[in-house]
Every structure is written in structure tokens, then in C-alpha cells.
């Protein structure tokens, strides 16, 4: 039998990255059996089956959960200070307005990109 | 530089490659050369032991790693030329660690279905390592092969299932030899039981192949390049 039906047949899901962290522990749900995205859908599915059921504890099980995960995705943070001029702030708090994401979201994110360029030119250790 | 030999199929001569490579880096390149275990089989590890039992056998040294082993890689690279990781069948955190630090990574698969089937994973966790280390530099090879010419087309198609996801895929392959598995047994590398051998010249050839290999300070592969049809 050829081994030709195993070429790609669907496009890839586009990647989404957030940093080099989250790349490395996404291993941590793949080994679970399951993606976070995964791990959503197969929520919501489940409380598809039990809407007919019973509407009201299912809406207050998916909100338990929404918040457990969100709990988890703040357990390895921890909070730090900057300071900032008072333009930046405008500026900051225009551009997470603007994207509809998290002001330390973006910095998170700036700094990752910044991090993996840095990684990849000059080095962090030949600088010093 | 920092080479990662892994995947996510087991059995598929991860060991062997690492093994094979990091000893053609010491004795032919002259290289200051360090493995990386990150397989807790400790495949390799038990290797440079044998070796280490033998003293006409040049010195490679070995330190097992697990987990998130990001830092202590780009901290390793800074001592020796080559830093050689064997990493375990599997996805986990030491392979994505090492992933997104490598030069280069080579992705041994056999012509087997059950190994193919993984290469839908692998693209994935490439693509999105691409984002956070541009200048890395992957490639599968196609291991294991079996020498006769009437499956010589399973090879080709192999190698057309991987270029179909866009990764790139070594031209060298290596081939079932017992020489691969005799040499290991006694701590040695094929290039030291037999240098001039078919098997050594698979491994020069195919390490040499993937240095060669044209590094993009891309956050993308690039598109499947169009390949003939296998008849």
C-alpha cells in the first residue's frame, strides 16, 4: 500500500504564539491528550449535550471552569513594577484598547520577541 | 552550535544518529563536543560509559537533562563547539526546550506509516517554534531504510509525505545495516569500526547535508516545493 495517502491534506491551523514559554509548556497539554484549544472545544461540546438537560447548572459548571483555567493561567505570573512615563501609559493603554488585548499581554509579548531576537544576533553572554 | 536530533517517533535511530554524529564531530572535525541525554531510557549515557571503558575511543562527554532545559543549553553552548542533544520519542519539555535553541534539527523518521503519521505534529510544533527561533535550520531524514531496490520507492515516497508539509528532507538516508547496531554495542561509532564503510559515509554524508542546509531567519517554512510524481 503507498504511503502517498499520508501526504498533507488540509491546510495547518495558523500557529499562535505568545512566547517561548508557552511553546515549550504547551508539551505539558499535549502529553495530557489534549491542547487548551482542544481541551475548550471538548468543554463546550459536553455542555452542548447537557443544555437541553439542564440549562442553569450547566452555564454555572462552564463558568467554574473559565474561571479555574483562568486561575491557572495566572499561577506562573507574579506582578512587577515599572515605571513609566505618563505618555507611555497613554500610549499603552491606547494600543491595548486598540487590539483588545491585555496591557501586560502586549508587553509580555514585546518582550518575548525582543528575547528570541536578541538570542539570535548577538547573544545575551558575548555583550557582557 | 547547538544540534538537536529528535522527534516524536520512538525507534526511529534517534540515539544512533546523535551517537554517530557527535563522534564525526570529534575525531574527523576535531570538535570540542558535548551530548545531551534527555532520554531517560539513557540510550546514549550507557554508550559513553562503554566508551568511556575504552580508552583508545576519543572522549565525548554526556549529561543527562530533563525538562525545561532552555537556559542550561544556552548556557552549555558557550564551552563547546558542538553540543550534541539525543532527545527521547516523544514531545515533552526537554524536546521543546531544546527545539527552540537548536541550529539545527534533525528529524530521523523510518518509511513506515506509523512513522509518518507523525509528521502532521511535528509540522506543527515547528511552524510555531519557527516564531521564537527564526534562524533554526530542521530537516527530516529518512532512517532505516530497507536496501532492496523493489522497496526503493517507499523511500521516495517517504520523503514526498514530509515535503508535502513543507519541511525540508535530507537527500541522504541511511539504510538497515547491522553495522549501526554492532558498533554501538561495543561504545564505538561507525566511523571508528569501519571508516571507510557505507555506513560512515551515509553519516558524513547526511550531517553534511544538513549543515548545509540553507538558514532562513524566517518565522515560516517555506512553501512544499513541487515534487515529481512516484510511479
Same mark, same amino acid.
Given at each position: 500500500?503507498?504511503?502517498?495517502?499520508?501526504?498533507?491534506?488540509?491546510?495547518?491551523?495558523?500557529?499562535?504564539?505568545?512566547?517561548?514559554?508557552?511553546?515549550?509548556?504547551?508539551?505539558?497539554?499535549?502529553?495530557?491528550?489534549?491542547?487548551?484549544?482542544?481541551?475548550?472545544?471538548?468543554?463546550?461540546?459536553?455542555?452542548?449535550?447537557?443544555?437541553?438537560?439542564?440549562?442553569?447548572?450547566?452555564?454555572?459548571?462552564?463558568?467554574?471552569?473559565?474561571?479555574?483555567?483562568?486561575?491557572?493561567?495566572?499561577?506562573?505570573?507574579?506582578?512587577?513594577?515599572?515605571?513609566?512615563?505618563?505618555?507611555?501609559?497613554?500610549?499603552?493603554?491606547?494600543?491595548?484598547?486598540?487590539?483588545?488585548?491585555?496591557?501586560?499581554?502586549?508587553?509580555?509579548?514585546?518582550?518575548?520577541?525582543?528575547?528570541?531576537?536578541?538570542?539570535?544576533?548577538?547573544?545575551?553572554?558575548?555583550?557582557? | 552550535?547547538?544540534?538537536? =536530533?529528535?522527534?516524536?517517533?520512538?525507534?526511529?535511530?534517534?540515539?544512533?544518529?546523535?551517537?554517530?554524529?557527535?563522534?564525526?564531530?570529534?575525531?574527523?572535525?576535531?570538535?570540542? =563536543?558535548?551530548?545531551?541525554?534527555?532520554?531517560?531510557?539513557?540510550?546514549?549515557?550507557?554508550?559513553?560509559?562503554?566508551?568511556?571503558?575504552?580508552?583508545?575511543?576519543?572522549?565525548?562527554?554526556?549529561?543527562?537533562?530533563?525538562?525545561?532545559?532552555?537556559?542550561?543549553?544556552?548556557?552549555?553552548?558557550?564551552?563547546?563547539?558542538?553540543?550534541?542533544?539525543?532527545?527521547?520519542?516523544?514531545?515533552?519539555?526537554?524536546?521543546?526546550?531544546?527545539?527552540?535553541?537548536?541550529? +539545527?534539527?534533525?528529524?530521523?523518521?523510518?518509511?513506515?506509516?506509523?512513522?509518518?503519521?507523525?509528521?502532521? +505534529?511535528?509540522?506543527?510544533?515547528?511552524?510555531?517554534?519557527?516564531? =521564537?527561533?527564526?534562524?533554526?535550520?530542521?530537516?527530516?531524514?529518512?532512517?532505516?531504510?530497507?536496501?532492496?531496490?523493489?522497496?526503493?520507492?517507499?523511500?521516495?515516497?517517504?520523503?514526498?509525505?514530509?515535503?508535502?508539509?513543507?519541511?525540508?528532507?535530507?537527500?541522504?538516508?541511511?539504510?538497515?545495516?547491522?553495522?549501526?547496531?554492532?558498533?554501538?554495542?561495543?561504545?564505538?561509532?561507525?566511523?571508528?569500526?569501519?571508516?571507510?564503510?557505507?555506513?560512515? +559515509?551515509?553519516?558524513?554524508?547526511?550531517?553534511?547535508?544538513?549543515?548545509?542546509?540553507?538558514?532562513?531567519?524566517? +518565522?515560516?517554512?517555506?512553501?512544499?516545493?513541487? =515534487?515529481?510524481?512516484?510511479?
Amino acid at each position: 500500500m503507498s504511503l502517498l495517502s499520508l501526504k498533507k491534506s488540509k491546510p495547518s491551523a495558523k500557529s499562535t504564539l505568545h512566547s517561548v514559554d508557552s511553546f515549550i509548556d504547551d508539551a505539558i497539554s499535549y502529553a495530557a491528550g489534549k491542547g487548551f484549544h482542544q481541551q475548550e472545544t471538548t468543554l463546550k461540546t459536553l455542555a452542548d449535550t447537557h443544555r437541553h438537560q439542564n440549562n442553569t447548572i450547566e452555564k454555572t459548571c462552564l463558568k467554574a471552569v473559565k474561571c479555574t483555567a483562568s486561575e491557572k493561567h495566572h499561577k506562573g505570573m507574579r506582578h512587577a513594577t515599572f515605571t513609566l512615563t505618563p505618555e507611555c501609559i497613554t500610549q499603552l493603554a491606547l494600543l491595548s484598547q486598540d487590539s483588545g488585548v491585555a496591557k501586560s499581554a502586549i508587553i509580555r509579548e514585546w518582550i518575548s520577541t525582543e528575547f528570541a531576537k536578541r538570542l539570535h544576533t548577538d547573544g545575551f553572554n558575548k555583550k557582557k | 552550535m547547538i544540534i538537536l =536530533v529528535g522527534g516524536e517517533k520512538g525507534g526511529s535511530g534517534k540515539s544512533c544518529l546523535a551517537q554517530n554524529i557527535a563522534v564525526y564531530l570529534r575525531t574527523e572535525k576535531g570538535a570540542n =563536543v558535548l551530548m545531551v541525554d534527555c532520554d531517560p531510557q539513557r540510550t546514549t549515557s550507557d554508550w559513553i560509559q562503554e566508551r568511556k571503558a575504552n580508552p583508545r575511543l576519543a572522549e565525548i562527554n554526556c549529561v543527562q537533562l530533563y525538562g525545561k532545559i532552555r537556559n542550561e543549553l544556552l548556557n552549555l553552548r558557550q564551552y563547546y563547539d558542538y553540543v550534541v542533544i539525543d532527545c527521547g520519542g516523544q514531545d515533552n519539555l526537554a524536546l521543546r526546550s531544546s527545539m527552540a535553541v537548536a541550529d +539545527h534539527i534533525l528529524i530521523p523518521l523510518r518509511p513506515k506509516r506509523r512513522d509518518l503519521k507523525t509528521v502532521p +505534529h511535528m509540522e506543527d510544533i515547528l511552524s510555531t517554534c519557527k516564531m =521564537v527561533n527564526p534562524k533554526m535550520n530542521a530537516a527530516f531524514v529518512v532512517t532505516q531504510c530497507p536496501s532492496l531496490p523493489s522497496l526503493a520507492g517507499r523511500i521516495l515516497e517517504a520523503k514526498e509525505v514530509c515535503r508535502s508539509f513543507g519541511i525540508p528532507v535530507l537527500n541522504a538516508v541511511t539504510f538497515s545495516r547491522n553495522m549501526y547496531d554492532d558498533s554501538e554495542e561495543s561504545g564505538q561509532s561507525v566511523i571508528e569500526s569501519e571508516p571507510e564503510g557505507k555506513a560512515s +559515509h551515509e553519516i558524513r554524508t547526511l550531517f553534511e547535508e544538513l549543515l548545509a542546509g540553507k538558514v532562513e531567519d524566517s +518565522h515560516e517554512f517555506t512553501q512544499p516545493q513541487k =515534487v515529481e510524481a512516484v510511479s
